[in-house]
Structures are given as structure tokens and as C-alpha cells.
């Protein structure tokens, strides 16, 4: 049993997809949301033929962990109303020690206020920016600036992802030494995309889907790694047989992002779960180990 998402973002079609695979033979190169499926699909027979984890195989590429999973986190979208989003921030707060705060509002006070009122509501807690590529090239770096005022653990994408990496460069060059960590999201799809970027930026978020299976994040981690870079495991908006398929590689990140089956209405499956310190919870069954419910 396996899953994988379709997300807006690569415009896959998901009637085309499972056309293609219900084909005989297939295509060498399949669409990137059909070879993640497949590739899960494989690991997971194995997982259950050899009654192992799929973190088994992630241990046998990259190593022994070198740390606990990090704690679990969870998400804000771009707040509409401050009062009520101070209100969840406090209440979400209360479990989660890692809360995530959507930015690139198109309105860069509310963004500002955005980080004030989560970070008034939430003191103790560690805040990952993700502005999604919301601001110019003239914004991010006075915008970074200010935001380190609030302690942030670190700023994601701060910048679009059609700039190269002549524009991380700049915006690297304009900020200061102790600026907080940068992590690319968008701008980094596979291993492939590290090496130009690992010199200006300071991690990395690391997504199934983005890497096409998990033998490439798993790639992805190791490239990472090898640049010293920090490692932010991301999901999509997919169901718990998603997120806990990318929960076995959580062991070699620093940071994860995996509540997209909170956003899922209609969950089939049981999988990671959250403990009430917000702690990752891994299923104990072989394979992916999320079951149907
Ligand atoms: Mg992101």
C-alpha cells in the first residue's frame, strides 16, 4: 500500500497518470507523482516481506541517526484575523513546541505582524518562516533583518523560486553574519539542485514528492549533508500513509513539517501520530506502517 499526492504546483494530471500506470509496460520516465507511488509501493512490499521499517532502509544508506526525531510541528496558514490566530497560536502551542507560520502575504506589515503576534502567543516556541518565495529581491533582506528580532529558527524560501542562484548569492551577500538559518524549499527539488545553492543558503527542506521516491530524498539527505546543510523534512497535503512514509526519515532531519493528514478531511488511513508534548509517534508495523481505517 502506497500513496502519492497530487499538488497544483507540477500540474499533473491524475487521470493521465493513472493511465499511464495501467499501461503494460511503462514509460521510462514516469510522471514524478506515479514513481514516488511506485517506489513506496516497493518499499513497502519489501518492508513486509522482511518484516522491516522502511526507516531500515534509510539506515542502511545514510548511517546511524545521529539524533531522536525531532519534535513534531505544526502549521498556520496566512492569518486573516490576528485576534483569532494569537487565540490558536496559544492553544497549538500548548503540544507543539515547533510551530510553522505561512508568510509572502503580498502585505509585508501583516507578514511583520504575523511573526509579532505568534511569537507573543507562543514565547518559548520555535518559529520556521516559510515565505514561500512571497518577497522581491529588495524585501528579503530587510525583512530577514527584522524578523530575527523574533528568534525564528529559521526562514524558508524567503525569495521566488524562478530566481537562479545568482539571486541566493546576492541576498546572502547583503545579510549580516548572525542572520537566522535560510533554507530553500522550492528552489531545491533533488540532490541534483544542492551544490549551486549550499554555499548561500543554510538547509534544506526535503519533501517525498519533490524528489520523485524515497530512495531520492533519501539521496537528497545524503547530498545535504554532505554540505553541512540542515535538513527540514516537508510533506504535502496528503493522507497519514503519506506522511508517515516521508516520518521514516525524520531520524536524519532537523526539523520536520509533517501535518499535512491534519488537513485531510477525509484520512483512510492511521499512521505518525502526536503525542501530547508533541512528539513524533511512529506506528510499530513493517513497511510504511500506516493502516487502512
Ligand atoms: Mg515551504
Known amino acids: 500500500m502506497a500513496e502519492a499526492p497530487f499538488v497544483p504546483y507540477y500540474g499533473e ?5 493513472l493511465a499511464i500506470l495501467q499501461r503494460s509496460i511503462l514509460p521510462p520516465v514516469l510522471p514524478r507523482t506515479a514513481s514516488l507511488a511506485l517506489n513506496l509501493l516497493r518499499h513497502d512490499i519489501i518492508g513486509h516481506a522482511t518484516q522491516q521499517p522502511l526507516s531500515a532502509f534509510a539506515r542502511s544508506a545514510l548511517g546511524e541517526p545521529v539524533r531522536q526525531p525531532p519534535p513534531g510541528c505544526r502549521s498556520f496558514s496566512i492569518p486573516t484575523d490576528l485576534t483569532v490566530f494569537a487565540e490558536k497560536v496559544s492553544a497549538v502551542a ?6 510553522k507560520l505561512k508568510l509572502g502575504s503580498g502585505d509585508l506589515g501583516l ?12 514565547p518559548d516556541a520555535y518559529l520556521l518562516i516559510d515565505v514561500n518565495g512571497g518577497w522581491d529581491l529588495l524585501e528579503a533582506a530587510p525583512m530577514i533583518e527584522k524578523i530575527a528580532h523574533y528568534g525564528p529558527a529559521l526562514i524558508e524560501q524567503p525569495i521566488h523560486h524562478r530566481h537562479g542562484p545568482e ?3 546576492e541576498l546572502r551577500s547583503n545579510l549580516p553574519g548572525d542572520a537566522p538559518p535560510i533554507f530553500a524549499d522550492e528552489s531545491i527539488q533533488s540532490a541534483a539542485d544542492i551544490p549551486a545553492l549550499a ?5 534544506v527542506n526535503i519533501k517525498l514528492l519533490k524528489c520523485g521516491s524515497f530512495d531520492a530524498a533519501v539521496a537528497a539527505i545524503a547530498a545535504a549533508r554532505q554540505h553541512s546543510l540542515q535538513i527540514l523534512l516537508g510533506c504535502m497535503i496528503e493522507s497519514s500513509l ?8 525524520a531520524p536524519w532531519a532537523d526539523w520536520i513539517d509533517l501535518d ?3 488537513y485531510v478531511a477525509n484520512d483512510d488511513f492511521t499512521g505518525i501520530q502526536y503525542d501530547a508534548r508533541g512528539e513524533l509517534v511512529m506506528p510499530d508495523h513493517p513497511g510504511i506502517g500506516a493502516t487502512a481505517k
Open 111 to 122: 507578514d511583520l505582524a504575523t511573526v509579532s503576534v505568534a511569537r507573543m502567543a507562543a
Open 167 to 169: 539571486a541566493w548569492e
Open 13 to 17: 494530471d491524475p487521470e493521465q497518470t
Open 199 to 203: 554555499d548561500f543558503i543554510d538547509g
Open 242 to 249: 503519506g506522511t508517515t512514509a516521508a516520518a521514516h526519515l
Open 94 to 99: 500548548e503540544q507543539f513546541r515547533v510551530l
Open 260 to 262: 499535512g493528514h491534519f
